[in-house]
């Protein structure tokens, strides 16, 4: 069965590649527009393992970019209904949920079994907190956000890259305009950087940031140097 399910990927990434996306165990913190977007895509292309972390309840306005959700699931908590629309698309994959906000206090415990982690947050202010987890735990972040027709994605990882901190010195958390097609292309990026690590196919996005501008429609790469943040050396 899992080879049938694969076997338009299979040429593009080998066996050795499936394996090693299903041995794989990714972490994805916040389940809106980019994090359902994002383990939709993983759960199908076979990744093992998938965390998700979310506190939050659907809401009516989360329908117009949130892919696995419908009317019917309003009020209902986000993690709890991704899980069930994941397995209904890929029962081999296994899928674990946390109904939490993640938080110094409980980041440590909720992600230590998790090798890649994907920022799929809306604030600012909890991806500080991500930030220095995983620059203190040796882990790898997949990083993305939109601003209205506007996203960015990179990936971090101590002693490759800057913090996530030097690409937003800023904290600023008001809430920001999202349309469904801009979050579906920087989730497909997204999607792409945990392929790219998981299956060890290509060069990550170390050290640059793709800059995206969906009406153009653009893709532009961007060097990152370091701010003198305080967390990671400039």
Not at 24 to 39: M, P
Not at 85 to 110: A, H, Y
Request: charged share 20%; glycine share 8%; hydrophobic share 40%.
């Amino acid at each position: 069965m899992e080879k049938t399910r694969y076997s338009r990927q299979i040429p593009l990434i080998g066996v050795e590649g499936q394996r090693k996306l299903r041995n794989s165990r990714v972490a994805i913190v916040g389940v809106g527009g980019l994090g359902t977007n994002v383990s939709q895509t993983l759960a199908m292309i076979g990744v093992g393992n998938i965390l998700l972390v979310d506190h939050d309840r659907v809401s009516i306005t989360d329908l117009n970019r949130q892919v696995l959700f419908t009317e019917k699931d309003i009020g209902k908590p986000k993690v709890i209904v991704a899980k069930k629309r994941l397995e209904d698309l890929n029962p081999e994959v296994n899928i674990e949920v946390v109904q939490e906000k993640l938080s110094g206090e409980n980041i440590n415990d909720l992600l230590k079994h998790y090798d890649i982690i994907v920022d799929c947050l809306d604030n600012w202010e909890t991806r500080r907190v991500l930030d220095l987890y995983i620059w203190n735990a040796g882990k790898t972040l997949v990083h993305g956000a939109v601003n209205g027709f506007y996203g960015q994605v990179t990936t971090i990882r101590r002693g490759v890259t800057t913090c996530l901190s030097c690409l937003s010195p800023g904290t600023k958390n008001d809430e920001v305009p999202s349309i469904g097609p801009a979050v579906t292309l920087v989730a497909s990026l997204q999607s792409l950087e945990v392929l790219k690590l998981a299956a060890d196919l290509a060069e990550p996005l170390f050290n640059r940031i793709a800059v995206v501008d969906s009406l153009e429609p653009s893709i532009t790469i961007v060097n990152i140097k370091p701010l003198n943040c305080g967390l990671c050396p400039s």
